[in-house]
């Protein structure tokens, strides 16, 4: 079928269920979005959605068919096909009888149309049968809704269709479907006339019943005055006339008068020779009941040698093309209403000619009953000059009255029309092609961008603005390095020690989204983490706090290439004031200045393995928040002098699962806080969370703080959506930094993770992409 049938019922589903329905039913059945109107596809596309549309919607097959054929008549009407609609009859018989005429003009621009056939006939009720014959069977539904819509449309009546036949013929070409529809028909009242009956009766519940009988009553009277009319004697009675008198009667100018009825003169004898009629008739064939030639055009016998010898048989030279009947004389007088379309059988043709694409003529059927012969009226059967000239036929041939002629010129034009708007369509798709795959490839760069710099800094930049420093009057920077990291580099291979970092820094990076604070930079086996910048909130302190507990439980699941034991880090943390600001153009960064960050460094250089050192501002900041300090005391810290330090030992409210941003294994008791300690072994955590233990389809669980949003507990990516919202559009990024190792590792690694969800293979492969600081520096 062609497109334009799918495009229909892709509007159908999209108006009448939604986009959702549609993009699901698209998905079910494996087909594209969009269908070119002029392109061919495969009828089993079109039974497929229309199936998947029936189990979907939970509908039975006729009453979708129905409402397809019903839409699919309004579809025609928007598209253009309004006016030849209207134009093909007079009532609802004609309308009908001509569908197949209508077909076959429609063919001459759609040559792949393979479209039903109707034949209509008459009852002496009123009724009609319908007989429907298609190639494609299971769509004889669509018709009801069809001929059901057009006659309340054009004609104003309603239409009953049931079937009372259906079965598969043996035709020439094979099985096919004929099914035979009851049509009877009921005429809609205007509303004028109604609101005329309904608004005089005084009784509104009989209304309908009472309309109907004075609207039978008006008639009758009507019939009745009419016939009264006719039976009263004129008052003179007037001389009969001939019937030439009466005809110069009415064609007289000024003087004439119309007839109620009219009756067609014959002349006694057919003023015509033989040979003129031939000449003028260029393409008609006449043969009888045994299908014998008793007579034929001038210009069929050109084409046709063989019919210059009266008597063949007309079934030797042609085969009958549509309807698809057999060539009988009885078949033919049963669609004796509709166009015949006959082509000539390559074998009967000279031997010179064979390679020559067979001639199509198309025509009418008209049964002589005095002579008790048919009369095939027809006329060549071409689409362009392109076909005229394969058959070496010429304008010539066809009769200077003959349509054809100017209807072979108007089709060539037509068909570049229709060629030039196949490929805008074409181009039009491969253009929505484009652009969706452009998105894509946005969304590709900016996940990168937003990994490099805060959303709304970034957002800027591509704006071609300027990103002013901006001062933050409290903050928190953490800073942590791996112990003997230098002893390690010196002892393995630079291949290990990335691999060690990369792991490290994606459970480094996991735990950022959890507990929304943002990763600055990495330089070496240095990590440099803010709370509070670039998005202010109160609880930075505490979020850091967490994000370092979070840091000395991941890394006792790392292990040193050298001695095979955990690794150990140390952590500091300051709080205090900041300025940030973007550094640079080529490789622009996000960068923290000020004392704070320099005194972040020294508690992080003058810490303990293991160990997070505080200092003091920090403690002032968690003394209340339900964190355990230990208290360390003075120190000498370089180019500060004497400072009062603190070790962070653990959060008393909080469980490991909820630091580490994980669902709870098993429930706890409301009435026990679990104790999470620095002291724990690292058999007890690998106990807990064993290395083959495959975490990457575990959602992140953000941690609840003050500040957090109502739906914090929720999946990250819906958490960052709502900060965003609140805090006039200043979201921060917590992207993962994957590094140039990340298809291989990406396996091996248990901590590679995502953000909300398990991401699928397709966002998978856009995050190896990414590569994180510390390879880039590399």
């Known amino acids: 079928m062609y497109g334009f049938i799918n495009t229909c019922l892709k509007s159908l589903v999209v108006e009448k269920y939604g986009e959702e329905v549609w993009e699901k039913l698209r998905v079910q059945t494996g087909v594209q979005d969009t269908f070119l109107t002029f392109e061919v596809y495969r009828d089993e596309i079109t039974m497929q959605l229309i199936d998947k549309a029936c189990k979907m919607l939970d509908v039975p097959p006729d009453m979708v068919l129905k409402q397809f054929g019903e839409y699919f008549f309004e579809f025609c009407k928007r598209s253009g096909y309004d006016h030849m609609l209207r134009t093909l009859g007079g009532n609802l018989y004609e309308f009908i009888e001509n569908l197949d005429a209508l077909h076959s003009y429609l063919s001459l621009s759609y040559q792949e149309m393979n479209a039903p056939s109707f034949r209509v006939e008459k009852n002496e009720d009123g009724s009609m049968h319908l007989h429907y014959y298609s190639d494609r069977r299971g769509l004889c539904h669509i018709v009801p809704g069809i001929i059901g819509a057009a006659a309340l449309d054009f004609f104003n009546i309603e239409i009953s269709m049931e079937i009372v036949n259906q079965s598969e013929e043996e035709e020439r070409t094979g099985k096919k479907e004929h099914i035979v529809f009851l049509v009877t028909q009921k005429p809609v009242f205007s509303y004028r006339r109604r609101n005329k009956f309904s608004s005089s009766s005084p009784f509104h519940s009989r209304s309908g019943t009472l309309v109907e009988k004075q609207l039978n009553k008006e008639d009758t009277e009507r019939a009745t005055n009419k016939n009264r009319d006719k039976a009263s004697p004129p008052s003179t009675c007037p001389l009969k006339k001939s019937h030439w008198e009466t005809i110069k009667g009415i064609v007289t100018i000024g003087k004439g008068r119309l007839l109620k009825g009219f009756d067609p003169v014959y002349p006694k004898t057919l003023c015509i020779d033989p040979k003129t009629f031939c000449n003028g008739l260029p393409f008609h064939i006449v043969f009888d009941e045994e299908l014998r030639v008793k007579q034929a055009g001038v210009s069929i016998q050109k084409i046709v040698p063989g019919l210059q010898t009266l008597g063949i048989r007309l079934n030797q030279y042609f085969s009958i093309v549509r309807p698809e009947v057999k060539f009988t004389i009885s078949s033919v007088q049963k669609f004796i209403n509709s166009q015949f379309v006959f082509r000539t059988k390559r074998e009967m043709m000279p031997e010179s000619w064979k390679q020559r694409p067979m001639l199509e003529l198309r025509g009418q059927m008209i049964w002589m009953e005095p002579v008790q012969c048919m009369l095939y009226l027809c006329s060549p059967l071409l689409r362009t000059l392109h076909e005229l000239e394969e058959r070496h036929m010429h304008i010539a041939d066809i009769a200077p009255h003959d349509v054809t002629r100017d209807l072979i010129l108007l089709n060539q034009q037509r068909l570049a029309e229709m060629e030039l708007s196949n490929q805008l369509e074409r181009k039009k798709e491969e253009l929505r092609i484009l652009s969706k795959h452009l998105e894509e490839e946005k969304k590709k760069t900016e996940a990168l961008l937003y990994a490099m710099l805060p ?21 928190t920077i953490l800073f942590s390095d791996v112990v003997t990291f230098t002893n390690i580099c010196a002892q393995c291979e630079p ?64 292990k040193n290439p050298v001695s095979g034991n955990p690794i150990q880090i140390r952590v500091g943390i300051h709080t205090g004031p900041v300025l940030a600001g973007v550094v640079g153009e080529k490789m622009p960064r996000y960068c923290l200045f000020g004392d704070t960050v320099n005194i972040a460094s020294r508690m992080e250089s003058h810490g303990v393995p293991s160990k997070i050192h505080l200092s003091a501002s920090v403690h002032q900041c968690l003394k209340d928040k339900n964190f355990e300090m230990m208290d360390r005391g003075e120190i000498d810290v370089k180019g500060k002098g004497k400072m009062h330090t603190y070790f962070l030992v653990r959060n008393t409210m909080a469980t490991e699962d909820e630091v580490m941003g994980r669902p709870p294994r098993d429930p706890v008791p409301s009435h026990e806080s679990a104790q999470l300690s620095l002291e724990c072994s690292a058999e007890a955590f690998q106990s807990a969370c064993p290395q083959d233990s495959d975490e990457t389809s575990l959602p992140i669980i953000a941690m609840k703080y003050a500040d957090s949003p109502t739906e914090a507990h929720t999946s990250v990516k819906g958490r960052n959506e709502s900060r965003a919202k609140d805090l006039a559009g200043k979201p921060r990024d917590s992207e993962t930094n994957v590094s140039l190792h990340g298809d291989q590792q990406s396996s091996k690694d248990p901590y590679h993770l995502t953000q909300g969800r398990s991401k699928p293979a397709a966002a998978a492969a856009r995050i190896r992409n990414v590569r994180s600081n510390f390879c880039n520096l590399l």
Request: contains cysteine.
């Open 455 to 475: 959303r709304h800094v970034a957002n800027q930049l591509k704006e071609g603005k300027r990103v002013e420093a901006g001062e933050f009057k409290e903050c």
């Open 495 to 558: 291949i290990q020690i990335v691999l060690l970092l990369n792991v490290m820094y994606l459970r480094f990076d996991r735990l950022t989204t959890v507990h929304d604070v943002y990763k600055v930079e990495t330089i070496g086996d240095a990590y440099m983490v803010v709370g509070g910048v670039p998005v202010p909130v109160s609880t930075h302190a505490e979020r850091v706090a967490n994000f370092a507990l979070g840091m000395i439980i991941a890394a006792k699941d790392i």
